[in-house]
């Protein structure tokens, strides 16, 4: 028999249910005794003890669900060691539900928080294995994450619409995409969708390089800009500020997001009208596409077989096109930016998008 549990911590993100769906049929399919506990609302459900038995049968028909059929919350990783309100040592409260359930493995599908405490569980001697989630594709050690095709392609879908309109009306838009730390949703997004100009957290930008970008184009009789702009997009006399500085500064920040600030300056320096749109948090929702059904599938039957190894303590992640089992150890706690050097960035500049640098 073996005794199985599952998580799902972070953010959701389209495939979820796909890859949870990919883990279960191939235990199944491999092993004959099989016992799942889904545990609810991601670690909270771990150090609570909020569990359901679940059967291959839940797990039917979820390949194109978004979301996630075992809820999820987010609980900082910074946390893990603060005992909650009632004084409850989280980490001895998650080993103890392992324990009491004797759980032979536990499988945690998330981003980069949630594997830093699935690092942190195997340290404490827990059969972990870690699925990477994140539409952000920020996780080092795979080459790619499910969830972030399928935010690439409602990213772009956003821009591909904004199209028409601002040429209707020969406007500057500036479509503001997910990604605090790191660019890789808005640069695909960007390239995707014909964006003129891309701003990424790695690359600070320049205002006034902005400002040339769109009046070349006007120039050219363009007639429209496209701005794909990063949460986290940072001018480059921030990105010289120390953290303190920085922390300072945004205490009297006036605008709801960077995006308003540009969009602010640019009406201010060229005279003209700029409109911001935010896809926001529909960009995590819907069913997932192709791409994401197909990588969950492989990555969800190649952590089945980790399990039918014993092997724990890994990521499934994939690399060079293979499913890969990297040390949680290797990954954890590490990002993978976007290199500003990298031939994505070089070529995009070669078809004359501008990063306003």
Avoid: W
């Amino acid at each position: 028999m073996k005794r199985i549990g599952m998580l799902t911590s972070g953010g959701d993100c389209q495939a979820l249910n796909a890859t949870m769906r990919g883990i279960v049929k191939g235990v199944c399919n491999a092993l004959d005794e099989v016992e799942l506990y889904g545990f609810e609302e991601g670690y909270k459900g771990l150090i609570y003890g909020n569990y359901r038995m679940l059967t291959p049968r839940d797990f039917s028909g979820i390949l194109t669900k978004g979301g996630t059929i075992l809820g999820s919350s987010r609980q900082p990783f910074k946390m893990m060691r603060v005992p909650d309100e009632n004084g409850l040592d989280k980490v001895e409260a998650m080993k103890h539900t392992y324990h009491k359930l004797r759980l032979d493995c536990l499988v945690i599908l998330g981003g980069n928080g949630t594997q830093k405490t699935a690092n942190l569980l195997r340290e404490e001697g827990l059969n972990i294995l870690h699925m990477p989630k994140t539409i952000d594709n920020d996780i080092y050690g795979t080459d790619m994450t499910f969830g972030f095709q399928s935010a690439v392609d409602i990213a772009t879908q956003c821009i591909d619409c904004i199209h028409t309109t601002a040429a209707s009306h020969g406007r500057v838009f500036i479509v503001e995409v997910m990604g605090h730390k790191v660019g890789q949703l808005t640069l695909h997004a960007g390239i995707a969708g014909g964006a003129d100009i891309i701003l990424i957290p790695e690359i600070p930008y320049n205002i006034d390089s902005i400002c040339k970008a769109i009046e070349a184009r006007n120039k050219q009789k363009k007639g429209f800009t496209i701005l794909a702009v990063a949460e986290g997009a940072i001018p480059k006399e921030r990105a010289e500020m120390s953290k303190k500085e920085l922390k300072k500064f945004m205490e009297n920040y006036k605008y709801p997001a960077v995006s308003y600030e540009i969009a602010d300056q640019l009406t201010q320096r060229l005279g003209t009208e700029v409109r911001v749109t935010v896809p926001g948090h529909t960009q995590r929702g819907g069913s997932p596409c192709p791409y994401d059904r197909v990588l969950s599938t492989r990555l969800g039957a190649a952590a089945a077989q980790a399990i039918v190894d014993d092997a724990y303590g890994y990521m499934i992640g994939i690399v060079n096109g293979e499913c890969k089992r990297i040390p949680l150890e290797e990954s954890a706690g590490k990002l993978k930016f976007v290199d500003p050097n990298s031939s994505i960035i070089s070529e995009a500049k070669m078809i004359g998008i501008s990063f306003g640098d």
